[in-house]
């Protein structure tokens, strides 16, 4: 009964999402869409039921890239929470159902895995985001994880933000399931889309903390090179994730 309730709910707000995707929203100013954006995910996670919480200090003015650990398909709607972020995500999700017609509207950046030169065209669109001021979302996995662990990051994408000297924060996100730390919604494996979505909208107690530490500046990245910049996100982000006692239970932002 909950699943389907919540079922309901969110399926209307992604089509009305759409609808505002494919109508209006381009003519609407740049600050007019972030805010949009922002609201419109923060009521999406109230829908799942998925309570937020932000821990320490995030990069909310001026072009960023912040660099994540990934967990669930989630992960997008819960960092644009706290600011309205593009994204660079797998050519796949493209053809999700609502999902990915949704996150392709609201300005994410697509990799085509195995071209030959995806990831230079992608810098390129990454560069040109950076020059309006943008922040971008990276998750160098590269593929999801349960959560409990941060899994080899890929460096080569951490260059377009050090060729154009923008900070870049790490993001650690824990997720929690009934006051604990647990992979329950995590989205990996052969799990499909609506085999995750049974599992979080039937359920309750779902929270997702996000910690900012500080973020590392252009002239150190510049400095340290993509190689160690990576190898330092993923050591503080790990630390976050392995290391850090669970906090209190979150609350819907």
């Not at 399926?11 to 999402?17: F, K, N, P």
């Not at 900012?212 to 002239?219: H, L, R, V």
Request: charged residues 20%; proline residues 4%.
């Amino acid at each position: 009964m909950l699943f389907l309730l919540r079922a309901v709910f969110v399926v209307i707000w992604m089509l009305l999402g759409l609808l505002l995707v494919l109508s209006i929203f381009r003519f609407f100013p740049s600050p007019y869409r972030l805010a949009i954006n922002r609201q419109w995910s923060r009521v999406l996670m109230c829908l799942c039921g998925v309570r937020i919480r932000v821990l320490g200090e995030p990069r909310l003015q001026g072009p960023a890239l912040w660099v994540a650990n990934h967990v669930s398909w989630l992960d997008v709607f819960v960092l644009n929470t706290v600011r309205p972020t593009a994204f660079v995500a797998k050519s796949e999700i493209r053809n999700w159902p609502l999902l990915g017609w949704l996150v392709a509207g609201s300005g994410t950046v697509f990799i085509e895995r195995g071209q030959r030169h995806a990831v230079r065209r992608v810098g390129h669109q990454m560069q040109a985001r950076f020059k309006e001021g943008g922040a971008i979302g990276l998750f160098p996995e590269g593929t999801t994880s349960s959560g409990l662990d941060v899994g080899p990051f890929h460096s080569s994408l951490f260059d377009a933000a050090i060729r154009s000297h923008v900070d870049i924060q790490p993001v650690a996100l824990r997720f929690f399931h009934r006051g604990r730390r647990s992979d329950y919604v995590a989205f990996v494996g052969e799990q499909s889309l609506l085999q995750n979505l049974w599992r979080l909208l039937g359920t309750t107690g779902v929270a997702v903390e996000l910690e900012f530490p500080p973020a590392m500046d252009g002239e150190f990245c510049e400095e340290h090179g993509r190689s160690s910049v990576a190898a330092h996100a993923h050591h503080v982000i790990r630390q976050a994730v392995v290391v850090r006692e669970a906090g209190e239970v979150a609350r819907c932002s």
